[in-house]
């Protein structure tokens, strides 16, 4: 191919390398910055947090891919609002993307839209299980384990995804097999689908509503019908992805360098 040049040709690269196809409508594109520019060098990251921008900036690379929104929403429909309140928060960070010549290419839907799904196969792989079940048209993930009781698998899970406030339900002794991914934040619509299946024991989610499917895997733990429900925390359900990925792209962008950036999570449990 032709040596990659600008930040739209990095994107183009991508978008023509993955598996899916990009949806007519979807919030995959650039966020902030020229599209233009040439590309110096590429961060990969979960979420492009001010501190993530000011690494990238460091590491001498212009073009930041984040999994997760710029300006803290998923449609990226906030910004006028927090613009016309001339919000501090965001006018540092604007002012910081703009000073640098930071572009930033969200990059989403395509890949969960990948079977599986790109972010639960990432995940599943660093927490060494293999999927045995993918529904291709909802790409609801499970997998099977070796037997082990709900308190050892949410450690399992914490330490191995680095997440500093992991949450989990149920009995600490009770022994699980099938664990569903729900992971990032997909609703409770799907959440609860997946709790009440008999062939799954215990749900991982990335994030919840505590009275949507907080409640329900409360009342379903109670009325038997789930073992437990494990809420890991967003970014770190998903930051395997976005290592795999950084991982990946030299072989779509030969002439680039491409680092991975974690985004920390900086939640904390006392």
Same mark, same amino acid.
Request: a positive charge.
């Given at each position: 191919m032709a040596a990659v040049t600008t930040a739209a040709?990095? #994107?183009a690269a991508i978008t023509s390398a993955l598996p899916a196809v990009?949806?007519?409508?979807?919030v995959d594109g650039f966020l902030d910055g020229d599209p233009a520019a040439p590309v110096t060098g590429v961060v990969v990251t979960t979420m492009a947090t001010l501190d993530v921008l000011r690494t990238a900036v460091r590491l001498g690379a212009?073009?930041?891919?984040?999994h997760e929104p710029l300006y803290f929403d998923h449609q990226d429909a906030a910004r006028g609002a927090l613009a016309g309140e001339n919000d501090p928060v965001y006018n540092v960070k604007r002012a910081f993307v703009r000073d640098h010549g930071i572009v930033i290419w969200h990059l989403h839907d395509q890949q969960h839209d990948t079977r599986p799904d790109g972010i639960d196969a990432a995940?599943?792989? #660093?927490?060494g299980w293999d999927l045995d079940l993918v529904e291709a048209a909802s790409g609801a993930a499970v997998a099977t384990l070796e037997p082990i009781t709900l308190g050892n698998l949410a450690r399992h899970v914490g330490e191995t995804l680095d997440a500093r406030a992991l949450r989990y339900l149920g009995d600490p002794g009770a022994v699980v097999t099938r664990v569903g991914l729900d992971l990032g934040f997909r609703g409770f619509a799907r959440n609860r689908a997946l709790l009440r299946r008999p062939d799954i024991d215990v749900l991982i989610c990335g994030e919840v509503h505590e009275w949507e499917t907080g409640a329900y895997a409360v009342d379903a733990v109670a009325a038997g019908v789930a073992v437990g429900l494990v809420v890991v925390g967003h970014i770190p359900s998903e930051q395997s992805a976005m290592r795999t990925l950084a991982g990946?792209?030299?072989r779509v962008l030969p002439d680039l360098p491409v680092q991975f950036v974690p985004t920390p999570d900086t939640?904390?449990?006392p």
């Open positions: 040709d990095v #994107a990009p949806r007519p409508v979807s212009n073009l930041v891919i984040t995940t599943a792989a #660093a927490l990946w792209l030299p939640f904390r449990a």
